[in-house]
């Protein structure tokens, strides 16, 4: 973390990476700037590390460096098994282009070994059963 201040205080710059660590750990995958990404990568890669390691002291360490139950025993059940046999390096940088607005450098940083369908944890199921035709309301309106 040495030397990666990224324009911000160092509150701010604590609330970004944990923040970052949170919804890399939830859906597996996101897209930032390139400098945010690589002030996360070694910080996610500590986070793997801690979970690999069983004991009362870490899981207490992964709650309070992510401030998540849920995320912490993600972390220590799903992600720590897939990484069993690798020694490092969980996590990937792609550089993605450049950003529309401010030419900043984007990337996606992701697990190597990401699962897929993480990506799609907080969208809603449309059931069609319940869900009635749109269409078929505005007709009913405009008659």
Known sequence: MANKKLNRTSEHRKALLKNMLNSLIKYE????????AKFLKPQADKIISLGK????QTSKLLVSKLQDLKLANKVKK???KRY???NGGYTRIIKAGFRY????????????DRDI???K???KKVDPVK???IKEEKKKASV
Not at 29 to 36: A, D, F, H, N, V
Not at 53 to 56: C, N
């Open 29 to 36: 995958q996101i897209k930032t700037t390139l400098p945010k």
């Open 53 to 56: 390691k069983d004991t009362l």
């Open 78 to 80: 799903t992600l720590s």
């Open 84 to 86: 069993e046999k690798r």
């Open 101 to 112: 607005g401010d030419n900043a450098p984007m990337a996606i940083i992701e697990f190597v």
């Open 117 to 119: 369908e993480a990506k």
């Open 121 to 123: 944890v907080d969208k």
């Open 131 to 133: 869900e009635p035709n």
